[in-house]
């Protein structure tokens, strides 16, 4: 194979067509824009989501609730991803540190899955009841 012997796929390339060429090009005479109406004239643009004058179904569709921004704010951790970490005390630094906090969280709070085998000290984190309790009878505390 050689640089000058490439070629493009078979099919890869398709000629533009011309419209307006006559009637042996196949789009001739109204140019492929059926007759007359607003499709038809100069200058026709069409609002996204536009049905025909029906209301448009991102109008008819109930809106209610409210979205907060806040919600990726709080990273969960669970019980037993606390085990990876060799630390003994463990802040929101050492969580980033081991790449169980994405960038965009600003909070921590640890939930009860799994088990924790060793004595571990959390500081500014938040903590479940349950998780809480499993800390603690594994003789660990939370500041």
Known sequence: MRLN?????????????????????????????????????????RKTGFEGGQMPLQRRTPKFGFTSLDTNSTAEIYLHDLNKIKAAKIDFAELKKNNLVKSCNKFAKVILSGNIDRAITLVGIKVTAGAKQAIEKAGGKIE
């Open 5 to 45: 012997t490439l070629k493009p796929a078979v099919g890869s390339k398709t000629k533009k067509t011309r419209i307006g060429r006559g009637m042996g090009s196949g789009l001739g005479k109204t140019c492929g824009y059926g007759h007359k109406g607003q499709k038809a004239r100069s200058g026709y643009s």
